[in-house]
């Protein structure tokens, strides 16, 4: 998979694609097409006919003490979001902060797909009878720039 990112003159912010490309020509031919205005919105950009997939950033202040019980519990949410059509990509905990981050995504209508997902009655059952231990929930949608981990 290739990423790139590059900058737009009439937009604010970087524009980030992640599309699956045969090669390095292909990738520079679709970053030249945009650089002249040829290209169309993140938004509506299509991999194979396949809009590219959306990443959701969450990240929990977990309560003073209970860390570990929510790491305990946190997995069983796992397979449901799965059977949803999400990916987790990656799950952090800052302890001098005492948070939890983590990265979802979703390569269809993410929006769509989670209101699906927070209305399922598997949801509703992964939550029955769990205390609340998340004090503030920060959660943002963002674009991929780079994605690779070392190989251990």
Known sequence: MLFFAQKSTDLPKVEV?????ANQADANRHVRRRQAGQGIPYSQARCYGRPM???QLRRYQISP???DAFLEWWPSILP???QYGFDVLF???DESANQFIWAV??????????KVYLDSP????A???VPRRVEETFIAMVNVVHEGWPST
């Open 53 to 55: 997939a959306a990443v």
């Open 122 to 125: 598997e949801r509703a059952a």
């Open 91 to 93: 799950a952090f905990v």
């Open 80 to 82: 449901v979001r799965k």
């Open 17 to 21: 694609g992640v599309c699956t490309l």
């Open 127 to 129: 939550f029955d009878g």
């Open 65 to 67: 003490g209970q860390m």
């Open 105 to 114: 995504r979703h390569d269809g209508d993410f929006a769509a797909a989670e």
